[in-house]
Nanobody
Framework: VQLQASGGGLVQAGGSMRLSCATS????????MGWFRQAPGKEREFVAT????????YYKDSAKGRFTISRSVASGTVYLQMNNLKPEDTAVYYCAQYNERGDVTTVSSYEHWGQGTQVTVSS
């Protein structure tokens, strides 16, 4: 499975952005797919995840109410709609596929990491 994140860029605080994660090369549609981020000098952290039906989602506390994860079962694409962005959301955002072992909200439970996309929120 190959994953490719896109949609990042520069936005002012309070603005919105939608990230996309395109999948290819395998049945990614049957797994939880997650979004993660890594800010300079910090460890990679969980942001949100969604099951293959889209019926189950989990979010990092600071993302609740501002971010929405969704997916297209037909295309395998996973989206992250981010609203009311804050400077502390600045990071490289990655998508990855759950490996069916461990907690769905932990970084170590994911594999097939795609190249990230930079999100920069200016104050």
């Amino acid at each position: 499975v190959q994953l490719q994140a896109s949609g990042g860029g520069l936005v002012q605080a309070g603005g919105s952005m939608r990230l996309s994660c395109a999948t290819s090369g395998g049945p990614a549609s049957y797994y939880y797919m997650g979004w993660f981020r890594q800010a300079p000098g910090k460890e990679r952290e969980f942001v949100a995840t969604i099951n293959w039906r889209g019926s189950s989602t989990y979010y990092k506390d600071s993302a609740k109410g501002r971010f929405t994860i969704s997916r297209s079962v037909a295309s395998g694409t996973v989206y992250l709609q981010m609203n009311n962005l804050k400077p502390e959301d600045t990071a490289v955002y990655y998508c990855a596929q759950y490996n069916e072992r461990g907690d769905v909200t932990t970084v170590s439970s994911y594999e097939h990491w795609g190249q990230g996309t930079q999100v920069t929120v200016s104050s």
